[in-house]
């Protein structure tokens, strides 16, 4: 009599147990979605800091092919695109984000930073006047900055740059262009206390230290300015001082700067060698 009862009951056991399996094996696949997922961001970040520009464009276009619903793939595939050195490349794939009701107002300013990089700076002032005035990043300001002064809008110019390196804890990068800026427009004063000022932020920027020197010789200060260099970078520095010299007309001092150029240089230096060659050979034909 009790067989039925028996036989019922093991057959709720097995559907209990199947329920059972099908909610482990739910979760199981669950878990390793979640795992994947986690193992795509990380590799995503990876290849967007250390990768190779080429292996990481080849990895976002294949993921985001697979996975055409994700921004963050297309965001990859286009920020890899302009690290490849292909930022024409990446403007359509920059609008093909904004044009997703996710994209947002930074997707517009990497839009704005392609185009800048592939020359494009009336695309790149359209992009940044769709951005409104609330959204206050250094990157933004950074790019406004850039495009008033090709449009050499000096005033505008300056107080981009300004407000940009109030915006940032790293400011040298921007105080460096900021300090270009005014070197072309013929203030070298100006420039040479926005170079010295990246300098003090970042005294490794080599660049920074020749547009100084550049600055200073302008205003025929040929001496070395109070900077952190290594030797190498001091014969370099003189070398550039020098051109800068002979250019004004200095020639005198210019073939001094070459000569302790040449003495300076750890090694043979043969540009700072070849140019005071000419020059001596100019003296002597004259």
Not at 115 to 130: H, S, V, Y
Request: hydrophobic content about 40%.
């Amino acid at each position: 009599m009790r067989h039925p009862i028996f036989i019922a009951l093991l057959a709720g056991s097995a559907i209990a147990l199947a329920a059972c399996q099908k909610s482990n094996d739910a979760e199981v696949s669950r878990a390793l979605k979640s795992v994947n997922a986690i193992h795509e961001t990380n590799l995503s970040d990876i290849m967007l800091t250390v990768g190779d520009p080429n292996e990481a464009v080849s990895y976002f276009k294949r993921t985001a092919d697979e996975n055409p619903d994700r921004i963050d793939l297309k965001r990859g595939l286009a920020k890899s695109l302009v690290r490849a050195g292909k930022p024409s490349e990446a403007i359509p794939v920059w609008q093909a984000v904004i044009a997703i009701p996710e994209g947002n107002n930074d997707d517009r300013v990497q839009l704005a930073d392609a185009m800048i990089r592939a020359n494009d700076w009336k695309g790149a002032e359209a992009a940044l006047n769709q951005i409104p005035p609330t959204h206050e990043t250094y990157q933004r300001y950074r790019l406004e900055a850039m495009v008033a002064d090709a449009n050499k809008n000096w005033s505008k110019a300056d107080a981009f740059y300004d407000t940009a390196a109030g915006l940032t804890t790293t400011p040298a990068g921007v105080l460096n262009n900021w300090g270009y800026s005014k070197l072309t427009r013929g203030d070298a004063k100006g420039a040479e206390k926005l170079f010295a000022d990246a300098l003090v932020h970042d005294p490794t920027m080599f660049t920074t230290k020749n547009n100084l020197v550049l600055a200073r010789a302008a205003q025929r200060k040929y001496d070395m300015p109070v900077v952190t260099m290594t030797q190498t970078e001091k014969a370099q520095l003189l070398y550039t001082a020098a051109l800068s010299a002979i250019k004004q007309g200095d020639v005198t001092i210019g073939k001094g700067l070459l000569q302790e150029a040449v003495d300076t240089h750890p090694q043979h230096f043969e540009e700072a060698s070849r140019a005071l060659a000419a020059l001596d050979a100019n003296v002597a034909k004259g």
